[in-house]
């Protein structure tokens, strides 16, 4: 194999392997939301935050950093406690324009 078809079988390569990755990131961020809330929900909550990040890892971050309108829980452990219903009312007034 030439170096030019060589290096473009990487590229293909390594792109399709990133491209796994990110589908692997959106499985591992729809099954956390699965423990919190509905399917139609996990579809909403997923398709929100990667939309405001860059990508899944990133949605995935979001999930774990202290939100200071929760008392700086992260969005898991104030789901943890019962408020699921309250994270997604939050995530529905940003995405309105409301204040974060």
């Not at 961020?29 to 509905?38: E, V």
Request: glycine letters at 6%.
């Amino acid at each position: 194999m030439s170096a030019i078809m060589l290096h473009l079988h990487d590229v293909g390569h390594m792109t399709l392997l990133r491209g796994l990755n990110r589908m692997g990131d959106r499985f591992e961020l729809q099954k956390l939301l699965s423990l919190y809330y509905s399917k139609e929900e996990v579809i909403y909550v997923s398709s929100l935050l990667i939309s405001w990040s860059s990508n899944s890892q990133e949605a995935l971050n979001w999930l774990n950093k202290p939100i200071p309108a929760f008392e700086h829980m992260t969005a898991i452990e104030a789901c943890e406690k019962g408020l699921s219903e309250h994270i997604l009312t939050y995530l529905k007034q940003i995405e309105n324009g409301g204040y974060a």
